[in-house]
């Protein structure tokens, strides 16, 4: 670098940086504070000077994303880095960092995605805080430590993964494919939850095949349980895509209609009734269904159940292959 041409200003600058790296690095040596844990993907420590936004650094942090040192440039500025984080991350990177400039955090702490040059991404965890200020109290200088934590974060992103599938096994019932009925109860309260606050509508259907012990008795288990999943799946087709279809229990089904008083409720259980009785079932069985809907007022979830099931029982008793609500 050719301080030469360098006007008195820059040169002070120049000096003021140097001096305020130097006396961190005394500091830290001194105090036994460099942080210098033997922690996998520890790629060492940097300095950040904020009034000449130079970044001083371990070579490891540039190395690791793929590039040389020769590739690295003579003054290394914050946007180096910050240039080359993933989209996703780049803002809470930069909150974080905004947060404990301004005093809102004791330290500025980032988990984020980086760029390397081959245009993969690897995640740094990145630490630090502010250890000079001038007499005003304004941040001047930040001194920090990163590590790389991709291999940590792809066992915690396939852990979360399995977790999601273990969750969703325990919600879904497997002979449908469908919601089961802790998945549909809690639902169905969120569901209550939102429109008690929103005032908007809600409804729930339960469906019911009429006959099934005969279809079980006449045709045997393995054909029940395919119609089970020949309907669960109609029922999946006919609804919109915000609703939540589920086994109930047993040949009983429920269908949770956010957004839809009892006529579009009703509306779209007559196209579920109308698609079953339409469909060619194994061994040519014949299939119906009925149905009762329960609009929402002020109800519980027990209680919005009930308001459904009572229609569902008067549909059964009016002669079965309809809808009442």
């Not at 793929?66 to 990177?93: A, K, L």
């Not at 502010?130 to 007499?135: G, M, Q, S, V, Y």
């Not at 998945?183 to 939850?193: F, G, Q, S, T």
């Not at 086994?247 to 429920?254: A, C, I, L, N």
Request: hydrophobic share 35%; proline share 2%.
């Amino acid at each position: 670098m050719d301080y030469l041409a360098f006007s008195k200003e820059q040169l002070l600058d120049v000096i003021s940086d140097l001096t305020m790296l130097n006396e961190q690095l005394l500091f830290e040596s001194n105090q036994e504070t460099k942080l210098n844990y033997s922690w996998s993907g520890n790629l060492g420590h940097w300095y950040w000077s904020i009034k000449s936004n130079k970044v001083t650094f371990n070579p490891l942090k540039i190395t690791t994303l793929g590039f040389s040192e020769d590739e690295v440039p003579s003054n290394v500025t914050y946007q180096v880095f910050t240039d080359r984080i993933h989209p996703d991350d780049y803002q809470t990177t930069m909150d974080a960092m905004l947060a404990h400039l301004y005093g809102k955090a004791l330290v500025y702490e980032a988990e984020y995605r980086i760029r390397c040059k081959d245009g993969e991404y690897r995640w740094y965890y990145d630490r630090g805080r502010i250890t000079r200020r001038d007499p005003k109290g304004k941040p001047l200088f930040l001194a920090g430590i990163v590590f790389d934590i991709t291999d940590r974060k792809a066992r915690q992103i396939e852990l979360e993964r399995i977790n999601l599938e273990l969750s969703e096994k325990t919600m879904t019932d497997e002979l449908t494919q469908l919601k089961n009925q802790r998945a549909l109860i809690e639902h169905l309260k969120n569901e209550i939850e939102r429109a008690h606050g929103s005032k908007e509508k809600l409804s729930v259907l339960m469906l019911d095949i009429d006959d099934f012990k005969k279809i079980n008795d006449r045709h045997g288990h393995v054909v029940g349980d395919t119609v089970l999943a020949d309907v669960a799946a109609i029922i999946s087709r006919s609804i919109r895509s915000k609703d939540m279809a589920g086994r109930y229990g047993g040949e009983e089904f429920m269908v949770i209609f956010p957004d839809a008083d009892a006529n579009i409720a009703a509306g779209i259980a007559d196209r579920i009734l109308k698609s079953v009785e339409a469909f060619s079932f194994q061994e040519n069985v014949r299939v119906t269904l009925s149905g009762g809907v329960g609009e929402y007022s002020t109800e519980s979830v027990p209680e919005l159940i009930d308001k459904a099931d009572k229609n569902l029982y008067e549909a059964k008793r009016s002669g079965k292959n309809r809808v009442i609500g």
